[in-house]
């Protein structure tokens, strides 16, 4: 007999059981019969979860007075190991595994053999099926994979009968892993708590055993065909946030859709009597187990790949298609990813989540600017999640310190709801300056204005009192939309923008794409194929070559504008040329208006963001041209120190605070001494107080800065004597042998100045 036919004849039995009118204990019963003759296994027990114990509910072969007596906690024992790992076992000798107990009710000394595999009910072991034999032997795959069937059918009983209950389930859960640790990289900064939601949640498995083979083969088969086409398309199209990595996952799905071998296991577990989704979720338990006799880190991740693509298919073949955002959320949550598109983060209700957790991102892929902007603190590069966090499991997530607590004790969360709350305070407090205009202790006004690229960003120029927006990314909205945005979609969100301004100006940056910031449809090639996309065909340089784009763009912003200012900055200018020519494209634009006798803006305020450090060596030919000059420093000390900002290997290598940066910086603010220009910074450095304090001792005045540090950095601002700082930066470039890190920390302290 082959061994589908075998499993065809268990799955038959074991359906003219659980279709019976029998109560639920006496099917338990007929089921470990069913299987012990089925394997000629002396021995057939199922130990069920009832009161956070593995109790044994069922045995052939064991003594009967052992059922409903012996009981087992998760993690003792075999029985408890299987479950706590969830995990199968496949013992020629049980006695010589470490964890193999001896319960003298059970009578159990005789058998040698046991394998037991568990029974897992919405990601979580509810109980165990095992077999043990007095021969020594390990059992054949076969066997093992008709006990893992049965557990599937066993799991529906369950579900149906009630036997074990979702509160239960999620308590045995806590018992099963304990408290973990995740650490990853900080993308955004902040603290949350919230329950695990998986963007992709896992397909429930309704049905078990097939009615009619040939009607789940064919689904199969479509829903096959649907994957292979949905891989196809993705693979011809550049993804939002495109980088070698997500390139070699999406060969890798691609090998495996089209894989013959694992279409054809499929299928003979559709020829065994299980329904479509039985069939893929049993041929990936068996990759599972094989994958983990394998130790390699290599496989792991592939395997995670089969895992996406298996549960991919899962999802067509049961039309439960939606991610997490379409089920909507129902409580504060944490989402976990392997990775996400920016537009699908938006998806989200903003107002339950919370936090984002991701096995892979970088600082600057575009969901982690979004989420920056949505104030949803991220934890990236989160490695093995999956082994770690279930769905619902509860996490406290610390960015701030890189890491998350996965299932804490209550000790755990009462501590972090203390610094949560603390860190709320302060923010509290924060709010208060709203109102509070930023002078220094010496009386000078130092602009803080704020970065946006939201329409829903705009809500915190009221909430955090900022001068203004200092840099608009309009590249977002082309980031997050998967056409070209047309004409009226941009005049509307300027207008919107500029409504929600009010009489505070709002600088326009115009779109900064192309390199790592890639959008499909702008399918450049050439931007695409970059090697140093960074110093590539991007931003301005693109811009100017697509004039179409750029030319849409300052219509769009010049009729937001009509009636009202209208302050537009070019990024990535490296040469003064560059920032005539952008200009031009609007100038042409507004001449045309005019002789369409078409509103206007009162007045038009050119700038330029100094990011290519070539820039700096010619601000006496650039400035005169200018009423603003934006000093980027995020792509600036990229380009300083030759260090790609994206590169999580170099995050920390080089610091702001370095007399390079330091020098460099204040040069351009000594060329500017005189000129009739509004000097600021807009990059993330800003926003930092040790690096604020020192941007202030080197001249600058405006600094344009992330929302959430508008209130800790006004309050600095409001600390310093800007004599004495800028003493203390001139000595400390005169010679700046020692840490300035270091240095600053200790005058601030001086003074009482909070500087995290
Ligand atoms: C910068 O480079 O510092 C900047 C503000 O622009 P972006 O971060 O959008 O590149
Ligand atoms: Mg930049």
């Not at 893929?280 to 395997?303: F, K, S």
């Not at 499991?393 to 009462?414: C, H, K, N, W, Y």
């Not at 460099?664 to 005189?674: I, K």
Request: proline share 3%; hydrophobic share 45%; with cysteine.
């Amino acid at each position: 007999m082959t061994a589908a036919a075998s499993a065809r004849q268990i799955l038959t039995r074991l359906h003219e059981v659980m279709a019976s009118r029998m109560h639920a204990q006496g099917k338990l019963d007929s089921v470990v019969d069913i299987i012990g003759d089925s394997l000629s296994s002396e021995v057939c027990s199922i130990y069920l979860l009832r009161e956070s114990m593995l109790e044994l509910f069922a045995t052939k072969g064991l003594n009967k007075e052992a059922v409903h007596v012996t009981r087992m906690a998760i993690g003792e024992g075999l029985t408890g190991t299987i479950a706590d790992k969830v995990e199968t076992l496949n013992l020629a000798e049980a006695k010589a595994h470490p964890d193999f107990l001896y319960r003298p009710e059970t009578g159990e000394e005789k058998f040698h053999s046991f394998a037991g595999v568990p029974i897992v009910y919405r990601e979580r072991a509810v109980g165990v099926l095992c077999v043990q034999h007095v021969e020594p032997r390990r059992y054949e795959d076969v066997e093992i994979e008709a006990l893992q069937t049965t557990a599937m059918v066993l799991s529906e009983l369950i579900a149906n009968a009630e036997l074990v209950d979702e509160e239960e389930a999620r308590g045995l859960a806590e018992g099963l892993t304990g408290t973990q640790t995740l650490n990853g990289l900080a993308l955004v900064k902040g603290l949350a708590t919230g329950l695990a939601v998986y963007h992709q949640p896992r397909v429930q498995i309704e049905q078990v055993m097939a009615d009619d083979i040939e009607a789940e083969r064919a689904r199969v088969y479509r829903a096959f065909d649907k994957m292979r086409e949905q891989i196809d398309h993705l693979a011809s199209q550049a993804e939002f946030g495109v980088g070698g990595e997500h390139e070699e996952v999406l060969e890798t799905y691609k090998m495996f859709a089209y894989d013959e071998g694992w279409s054809r296991r499929i299928n003979e577990a559709i020829d065994s009597g299980l329904t479509a989704e039985a069939a893929i979720e049993r041929v990936q338990q068996r990759t599972r187990m094989r994958m983990r006799e394998i130790d390699d880190a290599l496989l792991a991740d592939r395997m995670h790949d089969l895992e996406d693509l298996s549960n991919r298919l899962l999802r067509i073949v049961s039309g439960q298609l939606g991610t997490a955002a379409s089920q909507g959320l129902r409580r504060d949550t944490i989402l976990i990813a392997r990775n996400l598109g920016p537009a699908e983060l938006l998806e989200y209700d903003r107002r339950r989540l919370k936090g984002v957790i991701l096995e892979e991102g970088s600082l600057t892929a575009h969901v982690v600017i979004v989420a920056r902007a949505m104030g949803v603190p991220v934890l990236g590069r989160a490695a093995g999640l999956r082994g770690i966090i279930r769905e619902g499991d509860e996490i406290l997530l610390d960015a701030d310190q890189a890491s998350a607590t996965v299932r804490p004790s209550a000790q755990m969360a009462e501590a972090f709801g203390a610094r949560f709350s603390k860190s709320r305070e302060k923010q509290a407090a924060y709010a208060e300056l709203r109102d509070v205009e930023p002078f220094t202790r010496c009386g000078t006004r130092i602009e803080v204005m704020m970065n946006a690229g939201l329409r829903d960003d705009m809500s915190s120029l009221a909430m955090t009192g900022a001068d203004g927006v200092g840099l608009f990314r309009t590249e977002f909205q082309f980031l997050v939309s998967a056409t070209l945005p047309q004409r009226e979609r941009q005049t509307k969100l300027y207008r919107d923008v500029l409504e929600a301004a009010g009489d505070k100006p709002v600088i326009f940056r115009t779109v900064d794409i192309g390199g790592d910031k890639a959008v499909p449809y702008l399918a450049s090639n050439q931007a695409n194929d970059d090697e140093n996309p960074a110093m590539g065909w991007r931003a301005l340089r693109l811009a100017l070559e697509r004039g179409g784009l750029l030319k849409v763009q300052a219509r769009s912003l010049l009729e937001a504008s009509a009636g009202r200012p209208l302050y537009v900055m070019f990024p990535m200018v490296s040469e003064p040329w560059e920032f005539d020519a952008a200009k031009a494209v609007f100038e042409e634009q507004l001449a045309f208006m005019r002789t369409k006798k078409k509103l206007i803006p009162d007045a038009i305020y050119y700038g330029a963001m100094l990011e290519v450090p070539a820039l700096a060596e010619v601000l006496d030919i650039l400035c005169p041209k200018l009423s603003f000059l934006s000093v980027g420093t995020n792509d600036l000390t990229q380009f300083l120190f030759a260090a790609d900002r994206a590169n999580p290997l170099l995050a920390e290598r080089y610091d702001w605070l370095s007399p390079s940066i330091m020098r460099f910086l204040r040069r351009v603010t000594q060329s500017t001494v005189g000129m009739d220009v509004a000097l600021g910074v807009c990059g993330e450095m800003g926003g930092r107080r040790l690096e604020a304090l020192a941007l202030l001792g080197i001249g600058f005045r405006r600094l344009s800065i992330t929302p959430a540090a508008v209130g800790p950095i006004k309050e600095l601002v409001r600390k310093v004597d800007l004599k004495e700082i800028t003493q203390r930066m001139n000595d400390w470039l005169a010679d700046p042998s020692v840490n300035l890190r270091d240095e600053l920390s200790r005058w601030a302290a001086d003074r009482d100045i909070e500087t995290d």
